[in-house]
């Protein structure tokens, strides 16, 4: 048993790609390794930005040899037949077996396949592997590139190293041969190094300042980082994406700390971060207090004799980026929002829906009718249509279109920047809240308002011209606004009619999707939303939580059992009431008295009847005559835990019912009877929930 | 600087050209690279080119941001298998010692819409700062590139402020007798600024487009692709300025774009139509 190293080393590999390249590499190899039937241990993949590495532990020296055989057709068959089974199987005749199988002689096609050598099974793999290499995006280069059909990798593939144990795996793709020689880094390290296998693959790299494994990388990055900015007093403002990307970008990372000029102190720190973030991938630092400090980290790829140089040079960088930042912040104020709004008719919200202007002008005076209406409680109506008034005009303004993810922000800066009210300036920094799963939703009323105006307004909007999202697709976002909505309607506890219609069911699904990932079970969602007509979401989940509670208890688990029983018999007994009844979802389902079916229960559901009722028969009837209004009124009431109560009561009558009357009674009246008390009961709970959604 | 560059990559086998007496946005629209990127045909040349960027300026208020400037072009056609140590000992050349300075290949695909071109490569930094922009062309004028050409793209400034190190373009020497950068552009940039952004007539400027379009086309007519190119370059410089002065709307923009894609990929099919033939039987490869 031998390990296999493997290295692909190309000009630098854009840091974004690598995670992706080693899972890639790895998937590629095994699935070689499988087809080719070669047993491997543990498999690890490194990347730098020159190079991706594999090593497999205990390799093989050679496959195991495989014996194939196939039965064919008896001795004395047309030849016709013996011949084809020949050619099938890629054997002469006189190479056939024959055997005895259940008295009769049978030929045999027997195939022994030999075992490979495992090194000549890696010399085919590896261009396989470098040919079926899905990079996100490739290219051609040099002379081969006269043909389109020309090998395509990443950026120009540049070397290959591949050794068994010791010995090289020899192959050959895109004119690129493999050998034992790999590059160091590339200025601290000139010449070419002799590989000896994977046990010293990585040490000798390391001598040769490239630290191969990225997560080590990473680790340095993550530490030094730290380090540099607490020997400065300072704390580094962690963000591990710039971690995974300094490491990509470097085999050696140094990462150094530099200052810039106070007075850049002045634009706001979201364009400070992200300026030193997006565009040079800086790590940025708080002071003591938790502000923002003049001060910046930068990784660099080499341990330099005077850090200061590079430190300096990546100041400059900074200070230029910022002095634009700058620059921008300043032009931009020099003009009103309310200014900057009427640029908006200049652009396109959709070709259907007419420009950024007529939306903001729908959504105005939606967020203005909620306020007024006193949907968005405590939102001032002036103030709330103001702020949606001005909440896109940061889209035209130079930051905004430097760095686009700036949006709202800077229009919050602005506002304030011109003296508009604190309601106005948050709402309009905030109004695209909650933008994520995790994101915080809104509790200031004004921003509450204009946040709630856009996204439905969005909603409506796109549903109104058909644009919905189908599958996997969803290009105007609608599912994310939808959820943003339902966010904002419940933590807020915004009562209102939030739709209807196709939207409504829209609602629907995301309420699901969004309950089922909070914890709440789905079969109790359904059950509520299966009465349907609910267009109040906070409504619908009091409903559910109450609900929830209840299903957790004794009471309602034995209640959903009595529930089930009754559900059965009457399906058994071919009872038409109850699907009807779960149907209509109607207030009072027997009101429907034109309907013959109902009209039947309606009759039965009188107090007299003309039979002497049996004791449990009783109690069930005067536990519903109880129940059913007092659950009625909870419900009116929106007390939904009362409803539940209300339904608890049912629980000892339903379980005395069942163990003391016979339904099935020889006597139709009573049967007749007996039928329409377990439909009224199952009516009954059928006002709070379709129990028969719930599993359990 | 530039001699030692000439010195370098003429020593390499490049043809040392001239800059192209255009305005034009980047060293890649001269027709030495645009072109010349296209067919089986071995080229490699070096060639300084002055760039205007309207909308890049900043009235000489920032310390390396301009609305003129100079790039270092080389192309290099098919790309080298030294290519990168090349560049590298370019630096060296220049004074730019990697062992001292911070080098870096960061990911940045170079895609011009208005020449319906783009390649993968990088923009080299040094320190932190965009030194040179190295692609890989991929495409030209919506042709797949037979075979693929390495272009470098040094910004000159950029480059000397790190060697005379100053943190501002404007302080940079232009000669030993104190004669600074800024002696020579910075009243310059302003009234250009100032221009570009607040005075240029539009409606010229709008008419001048036309024309060039107009012109370009009936080049095209003709089987003139050189002078198509060059009206396909002045479109883009005049689409440029329009932009600069905020009168392009956004939709708008993406019509000019497209205008100005047609023009340039109007006259790259003419010139690949001028000379496929000839190419296919010298170069049996290609054709295939």
């Keep these: ?696 | 600087m530039i001699l030692a560059l000439h010195d370098f990559w003429s020593a390499k086998g490049c043809l040392i050209l001239q800059p192209y007496d255009m305005r034009m946005g980047a060293g890649t629209f001269h027709p030495a690279t645009t072109l010349r990127a296209l067919g089986p045909e071995p080229w490699n040349a070096a060639f300084v080119q002055p760039c205007r960027r309207p909308t890049d300026g900043r009235y000489g208020e920032n310390p390396n941001r301009l609305q003129h400037y100079y790039q270092y072009q080389v192309i290099l056609k098919p790309s080298p298998p030294q290519i990168q140590e090349w560049y590298l000992d370019s630096l060296r050349t220049i004074g730019i010692d990697p062992l001292k300075h911070d080098i870096r290949f960061v990911e940045d695909d170079w895609e011009s819409p208005t020449l319906g071109a783009w390649g993968l490569g990088w923009e080299v930094w040094c320190d932190g700062m965009e030194v040179t922009q190295f692609t890989y062309f991929q495409q030209m004028g919506g042709f797949d590139c037979k075979p693929v050409a390495g272009e470098l793209t040094y910004g000159l400034e950029r480059l000397a402020m790190y060697i005379q190190g100053v943190d501002n373009v404007y302080d940079l020497a232009f000669n030993t007798q104190g004669v600074s950068y800024g002696d020579v552009f910075l009243e310059n940039e302003r009234q250009m600024s100032t221009w570009n952004f607040e005075v240029a007539d539009t409606d010229a400027l709008f008419d001048l487009f036309r024309k060039a379009s107009a012109e370009c086309k009936l080049c095209l007519e003709k089987g003139l692709p050189i002078p198509a190119y060059e009206q396909a370059i002045e479109a883009s410089h005049i689409f440029n300025l329009l932009q600069a002065r905020g009168v392009i709307s956004v939709q708008e923009r993406a019509s000019y774009m497209a205008q100005v894609r047609d023009l340039a990929r109007g006259s790259c099919e003419a010139y690949m139509a001028k000379y496929s033939d000839q190419w296919a039987a010298a170069y049996p490869e290609w054709a295939a």
Excluded at chain 1, 110 to 127: M, Q, S, T, W
Excluded at chain 1, 384 to 407: I, S
Excluded at chain 1, 601 to 607: H, L, Q, W
Excluded at chain 1, 621 to 639: R, S, Y
């Design chain 1, 1 to 696: 048993m031998t390990d296999f190293l493997l290295e692909l080393r190309s000009e630098e590999i854009p840091a974004r790609m690598q995670a992706g390249a080693r899972a890639d590499l790895e998937r590629l190899f095994r699935e070689q390794m499988k087809a080719a039937g070669v047993e491997h241990g543990a498999i690890t993949v490194w990347s730098t930005p020159r190079r991706l590495a594999l090593i497999a532990k205990a390799m093989p020296q050679q496959t195991e040899a495989v014996s194939e055989e196939a039965k064919g057709p008896p001795e004395g068959a047309p030849d016709q037949a013996i011949d084809g089974f020949c050619k099938k199987n890629g054997v002469t005749r006189d190479q056939l077996e024959v055997r005895d199988v259940k008295g009769r002689a049978t030929y045999f096609a027997v195939k022994n396949i030999p075992g490979r050598d495992v090194k000549d099974v890696l010399a085919e793999a590896i261009p396989a592997i470098v040919r079926a290499f899905p990079w996100p995006k490739s290219m051609r280069w040099g002379e081969a590139s006269i043909s389109t059909e020309s090998l395509r990798w990443v950026r120009p593939l540049s070397g290959i190293v591949a050794i068994l144990g010791e010995e090289l795996v020899g192959c050959e793709v895109g004119g690129v041969a493999s050998g034992y020689a790999t590059l160091g880094h590339r200025f601290h390290h000139s010449g070419e190094i002799t590989i000896g296998g994977a046990d010293d693959y990585a040490e000798k790299l390391r001598a040769c300042h490239v630290i191969v494994d990225h997560e080590e990388r990473q680790d340095m990055v993550r530490a030094q980082a730290q380090d540099a900015a607490s020997a400065a007093g300072l704390e580094l403002v962690a963000d591990e994406g710039l971690v995974i990307e300094n490491a990509g970008l470097t085999e050696w990372p140094v990462p150094l700390l530099g200052r810039f000029d106070e007075s850049y102190l002045d634009v706001p720190p979201e364009v400070i971060q992200l300026t030193a973030r997006t565009n040079q991938k800086y790590f940025v630092c708080n002071d003591a207090n938790g502000a923002l400090a003049n001060a910046f980290v930068c990784t660099a790829n080499i341990a330099a004799e005077d850090p200061a140089v590079i430190v300096d040079g990546n100041r400059k960088v900074l200070a230029a980026r910022l002095s634009d930042a700058r620059f921008f912040w300043e032009v931009d104020q020099k003009t009103t929002l309310a200014e900057h709004a009427k640029k908006l008719e200049r652009i396109t919200f959709h070709e259907k829906l007419g420009t950024v202007a007529d939306k903001v002008q729908r959504v105005a005076k939606l967020a203005r009718w909620l306020a007024e209406e006193g949907v968005v409680p405590g939102a001032d109506a002036d103030m709330t249509e103001m702020a949606a008034l001005l909440c896109k005009a940061d889209l035209v303004t130079e930051m905004v279109g430097e760095f686009p993810e700036l949006q709202g922000l800077m229009g919050g800066y602005y506002a304030r920047a011109e003296g508009l009210p604190d309601a106005v300036s948050d709402a309009i920094r905030d109004h695209y809240k909650p933008v994520g799963q995790g994101d915080d939703v809104p509790t200031a009323p004004v921003t509450v308002g204009v946040s709630l105006a856009d996204k439905l307004d969005t909603l409506r909007s796109f549903f109104a011209i058909d644009e919905k999202p189908t599958g996997s697709k969803d290009p105007f976002a609608l599912r994310r606004a939808a959820l943003a909505v339902i966010r904002l309607v419940t933590a807020n506890n915004l009562r209102m009619a939030v739709a209807d219609g196709d939207l409504l069911d829209f609602f629907a699904d995301r309420l699901k999707v969004q309950q089922k990932e909070a914890g709440v079970r789905h079969d109790l969602i359904d059950a509520v939303f299966a009465l349907g007509g609910e267009d109040d979401l906070v409504r619908l989940l009091a409903r559910v939580k109450a609900l929830q509670s209840f299903m957790d208890s004794e009471d309602g688990s034995n209640l959903l059992a009595g529930y089930k029983r009754a559900a059965n018999i009457l399906k058994k007994e071919g009872y038409e009431g109850t699907d009807r009844i779960a149907r209509t979802g109607e207030e009072d389902p027997l009101a429907l008295v034109d309907d013959p079916d109902v009209g039947s229960i309606v009759a039965e559901r009188g107090k007299s009847v003309s039979y002497d009722r049996e004791p449990a028969e009783q109690a069930l009837v005067d536990a519903l005559a109880q129940a059913e209004p007092a659950a009625n009124a909870a419900i009116a009431g929106e007390d939904f835990g009362a409803a539940m109560a209300a339904l608890a009561t049912l629980r000892a009558p339903i379980d005395a019912f069942f163990d003391d009357v016979t339904v099935n009674d020889a006597d139709p009246a009573k049967r007749s009877a007996r039928l329409a008390l377990l439909a009224n009961f199952v009516a009954a709970v059928h006002k709070v929930a379709d129990f028969s959604r719930i599993e359990g």
